[in-house]
């Protein structure tokens, strides 16, 4: 008996199997064409962040001055809001008290300040142009010249720069060799100023936001007919408004924020800004203090990480020839040689890096870079 089968019942199987064989033709063309044995994570990132850093190379300079005037109108804010609500509250309630309050908070806004300045207005220090370079590990492929040991060229200033850790938006300069202390210790010196601002302002914001917004106990419930009011100790009647206790009403009807709504509105501004900042600023001076902690900058750190993935490869261990150990690395980094102690870092002090940046000492080396300065090349590493 002969079984008849109808190809029509046949054809969504037909027509799913002809879909899956063009899809998979397809997926295998596509993969074939855009293959790179090299792709990793760390080159899929970069692709990701290109458009990031083509922003950064053609508006970081022209925003530059921008981000300065941030920095100094956000910190002048807050120094103001201290002086006119923090000042008049510990002074109150204890003079004795905010005489070292005084003392402590000025000499930490005198080293923010002076960090800051000599951040922005110290050049990096540049590879002085001609015979003056004697030992060059390669040539910049943009400058057209020769690159000293721990150079890199910067795609913002359109320059090498010597020993470059990376380009500071809010610094409007570069960071490397001349400035680098400068940069990292204005973090730091910031990060202590606002845990200072936050030992000193919990109080206040307590006392000045939770207890006045929330308990109210400085007012007495009086039950009244007629429009609802309420009565302060002093025995002014005040309306109660859609903005809450402490607001009047204006000559059109209109409530009004008197002294303590604004000084509340005041001090939750600086405490979300002094909150904010901590917690970026902080990790970014932590994660600098690690890399200083290992004798590195920003770019080597990656190129550092490179190398002793390739060598592992070889059962070979990487080891960086500017590391001479924790202690060693900070001495080095603050310029705390030749006679200089903590008093150069506890106060401001201009005492130049040690080395000039063209050569630099490493770990096989005789000396650990406490050679004395090449005063004439350090001067060309500033001017040219």
Not at 44 to 54: C, K, Y
Not at 159 to 164: D, E, I, N, T
Not at 251 to 277: H, N, Q
Not at 304 to 323: G, H, I, S
């Amino acid at each position: 008996m002969v079984r008849v089968q109808w190809k029509i019942f046949s054809f969504p199987h037909r027509l799913r199997k002809w879909f899956s064989t063009y899809y998979s033709k397809i997926v295998l063309t596509i993969r074939s064409l855009t293959y790179n044995h090299f792709m990793n994570s760390s080159y899929a990132s970069d692709v990701i962040m290109e458009p990031m850093i083509w922003f950064v190379d053609n508006f970081t300079k022209f925003l530059g001055p921008f981000f300065i005037v941030c920095v100094i109108t956000l910190t002048a804010s807050v120094v103001g809001i201290c002086y006119w609500i923090g000042l008049p509250y510990w002074w109150e309630k204890s003079p004795t008290a905010t005489i070292p309050i005084l003392i402590i908070g000025h000499w930490l806004l005198v080293n923010i300040c002076f960090t800051y300045y000599m951040g922005v207005v110290t050049p990096p220090g540049y590879p002085p142009e001609g015979s003056l370079i004697t030992e060059a590990v390669s040539i910049c492929k943009k400058c057209i010249a020769p690159k000293p040991p721990r150079t890199h060229h910067c795609s913002v200033c359109n320059r090498c720069v010597l020993k470059m850790d990376h380009h500071c938006p809010w610094l409007n300069n570069c960071v490397g060799h001349l400035n680098h202390r400068y940069f990292y210790t204005y973090m730091a010196w910031m990060c202590i100023g606002i845990i200072f601002i936050i030992i000193f302002g919990l109080e206040i914001l307590y006392a000045e936001v939770f207890v006045h917004s929330f308990q109210g106990e400085d007012y007495e419930e009086v039950e009244l007919e007629g429009h609802p009011v309420r009565v302060n100790t002093s025995g002014a009647i005040i309306p109660v408004t859609e903005e809450g206790w402490g607001a009047t009403v204006g000559s059109k009807g209109e409530p009004e924020m008197d002294d303590a709504a604004w000084r509340r509105r005041f001090i939750l501004y600086v405490a979300l800004l002094c909150t904010g900042t901590i917690l970026a600023l902080g990790a970014l001076t932590i994660w600098h203090g690690k890399l200083i902690n290992r004798g590195e900058t920003s770019i080597e750190a990656n190129i550092n990480k490179k190398e002793r993935e390739r060598l592992a490869k070889f059962k070979r261990t990487y080891v960086n020839p500017y590391d001479f150990g924790k202690r060693r690395n900070w001495m080095l980094f603050l310029g705390l040689v030749n006679g200089r102690n903590w008093r150069h870092i506890l106060f401001p002090s201009r005492h130049p890096p040690v080395g000039n940046g063209l050569h630099w000492k490493t770990v096989d080396s005789d000396s650990d870079g406490e050679d004395d300065y090449d005063c004439k090349t350090l001067q060309s590493c500033v001017s040219s």
